[in-house]
C-alpha cells in the first residue's frame, strides 16, 4: 500500500473515562482484517465491509482503531465508528472523505478487495445502546456521516422487534448525501414491530415533491421533531463539533439536561 503524508482528524473523540459501561465490554486488541466488500455510500464516502476472523463481535455504537501500513513500513491510524453490531467477524465501516487527510481518502479512493490492514477494538461504553437493557425512549441526532455510530442501533433496535421508541433526526444536505438509506427505509417499514420514526431535514436541496422545503436545521425544526424534555428520552448526538455544540446548545434552551446527552463528536468544521 501507498500512503499520503497529510494530516486526517476523522475519528471520535475519547468517551469520558468516568462512564461505566452497563456490563463488561469484550476485551478489545488488535486483529488482522482483510478488505471483503466495497461500496459508495454517497458521493463522498465509501463502505467497507471488513473480514477480521478474530474479531470478538461489537456493541451498537462502538468504534475501533484501523491502521494502515505502507510498504516502506510507515504506519498510519485513525479511529472510526463501526456501522454494525453483533456477534459476527465481518465489521462494516462508512468511511467519509477528509480533503488533505492522511487516511480517509485512501480508504475511499484507493483501497481494494483484499488489501489486509490492521483493526483494533472494539472500543468504548459509553456512547452505546443495545436492546433489552433501557426503557426510556431514544433520541438519535446525526449531522451528516454522524448518522454512522447510530445506524447500528436503529438496525438492532428493529432486528430485536425492541418495543422501545425510537425516533431519529437526521440533517444532511441533499438526497444523494444520505447514509444508508436502504436500511432506514427498512426500519421505517417495520415501525409496526420496532417503533421508529425519521425525520431527514436537508438544508441545501430536498428531494423532488417534498413536504419541507430546504434550509438549515434551526432551534424550531429541531423543537418540533425531536421528543419533548418530559418524555425522558435518551439521547445521542453524532457529528461534526460545530453541529453537536449548536444542537447541544438549542437542547438545553428547550429544557433537555444536556449532562444525561451522550455526544460524540467529529474532527473538522
Do not use: K
Not at 466488500?37 to 463481535?57: F, H, K, Q
Not at 451498537?60 to 494502515?68: E, K, T
Not at 418524555?231 to 461534526?240: H, M, N, P, Q, T
Amino acid at each position: 500500500m501507498t500512503l499520503p503524508t497529510t494530516d486526517d482528524r476523522s475519528g471520535p473523540e475519547a468517551r469520558p473515562a468516568s462512564a461505566a459501561p452497563a456490563r463488561p465490554l469484550r476485551r478489545p486488541a488488535w486483529h488482522p482484517a482483510t478488505v471483503a466488500a466495497l461500496a459508495p455510500e454517497t458521493p463522498n464516502a465509501r463502505r467497507l465491509v471488513l473480514d477480521v476472523p478474530t474479531w470478538p463481535g461489537n456493541d451498537p455504537g462502538q468504534h475501533l482503531d484501523l491502521r494502515l501500513t505502507a510498504e516502506d513500513g510507515y504506519q498510519a491510524t485513525r479511529s472510526y465508528s463501526i456501522a454494525s453490531s453483533g456477534d459476527g467477524t465481518r465489521v462494516t465501516l462508512a468511511v467519509d472523505r477528509v480533503e488533505d487527510g492522511e487516511v480517509s481518502p485512501f480508504l475511499v479512493d484507493a483501497v481494494e478487495v483484499g488489501d489486509a490492514l490492521d483493526v483494533h477494538g472494539p472500543l468504548g461504553g459509553w456512547f452505546v445502546w443495545r436492546p433489552g437493557t433501557d426503557t426510556r425512549p431514544v433520541q438519535l441526532i446525526a449531522g451528516g456521516s454522524g448518522i454512522v455510530p447510530l445506524l447500528p442501533m436503529v438496525t438492532a433496535h428493529a432486528e430485536a422487534e425492541d418495543p422501545t421508541p425510537f425516533r431519529l433526526l437526521y440533517a444532511v444536505r441533499t438526497p444523494e448525501d444520505v447514509f444508508f438509506r436502504r436500511e432506514l427505509d427498512a426500519a421505517v417499514a417495520t415501525a409496526d414491530r420496532a417503533p421508529f420514526d425519521l425525520e431527514v431535514v436537508h438544508s441545501r436541496r430536498a428531494p423532488e415533491g417534498a413536504a419541507t422545503p430546504a434550509g438549515r436545521l434551526t432551534r424550531e425544526r429541531l423543537a418540533a421533531a425531536v421528543l419533548p424534555p418530559e418524555a425522558g428520552a435518551r439521547v445521542y448526538v453524532c457529528g461534526s463539533t460545530p453541529f453537536v455544540e449548536q444542537v447541544l446548545r438549542w437542547l438545553g434552551e428547550l429544557g433537555h439536561d444536556t449532562t444525561e446527552v451522550r455526544a460524540e463528536r467529529f474532527g473538522g468544521a
